[in-house]
């Protein structure tokens, strides 16, 4: 039994496909986190999307921003743009189970092994105020609305940078657009947890007064085993309690794959070098 957990596959189906044969994966023995950014500007959105429902329990995804504008543009809400690539997985004849799929999964996920220790699973980061609990609770509030019948309300008031930072006494649309923003759209904010959503670039040229949201001092899961994705320009990081996985597959760079072992510090990474699918300029 194997436990792994991908960064962005943003639709590369076949690079996908290639990894989980490199590492000989089961679905009836082994499991595989998916990190958010299932599709988009990829050229395969609807297979990889398909390989993970079929797998079941076995592959266990997270939502990425990505994943979310599917979502909404499958409603009518959103307007694609030049780089989107939605159109096979909207024009598909199982669309419609694609898309119930999709929506029954989480903006965060906590894995837990034989030896207690955690592993936190988010597509972008964690505010600093947010401890371990925070995270679940706060996720299962937005999975419990993109459950209801009018789930299309949320996703049309889902988008916007305001509230740029978290209050527990936050309602309604503003509550869960922070929320989704922390968990899908997160990089930088100041050590007071304001999020900051204009720059992309590597961690080391953070703009004056941010800094990565898990370099924030006093961060409430420091101490907690995180994996995340979404932030291509940061590249692969292995800390001790810091995974980021997301090494730009779609711009030519590499699926990554992480194979974690009895306890979270038995680690090896699994690269799949990419076919530059989308020149750089707006990633994400």
Not at 51 to 67: E, F, K
Not at 177 to 194: E, P
Not at 254 to 275: A, D, K, T, V, Y
């Amino acid at each position: 039994m194997a436990l792994y957990c991908i960064g962005d596959i943003q639709g590369c189906d076949d690079a996908f496909e290639q990894l989980l044969q490199t590492v000989d994966f089961s679905v009836s023995r082994d499991t595989l986190y998916v990190l958010g950014d299932l599709v988009n500007r990829g050229p395969k959105s609807a297979e990889v999307l398909r390989r993970c429902m079929q797998a079941g329990d076995s592959m266990r995804a997270l939502l990425g921003n990505h994943d979310l504008h599917l979502l909404a543009a499958a409603q009518g809400l959103r307007r694609q743009s030049k780089r989107d690539t939605l159109a096979q997985v909207l024009d598909a004849p199982d669309r419609d189970a694609l898309l119930g799929w999709l929506r029954q999964q989480p903006l965060s996920r906590l894995h837990t092994n034989a030896s207690g220790e955690n592993l936190l699973m988010v597509h972008a980061g964690v505010l600093p105020q947010w401890s371990l609990q925070d995270c679940m609770a706060l996720n299962a509030e937005v999975q419990a609305v993109l459950q209801e019948a009018d789930f299309a309300r949320f996703l049309q008031n889902m988008y916007g940078n305001l509230p740029d930072r978290w209050s527990a006494d936050l309602q309604g649309d503003d509550r869960l657009r922070c929320i989704v923003n922390a968990f899908t759209r997160l990089r930088f904010c100041s050590s007071a947890g304001v999020m900051d959503f204009e720059s992309s670039e590597s961690a080391d040229q953070a703009p004056e007064g941010l800094t990565p949201w898990f370099d924030v001092p006093g961060r409430l899961t420091a101490d907690t085993p995180i994996a995340f994705g979404h932030w291509s320009t940061l590249g692969h990081i292995n800390r001790p309690n810091l995974m980021a996985m997301d090494t730009g597959c779609i711009w030519g760079g590499c699926l990554s794959m992480m194979r974690i072992g009895e306890n979270m510090n038995e680690r090896e990474l699994i690269q799949l070098q990419c076919p530059q699918t989308q020149v750089p300029g707006g990633k994400g």
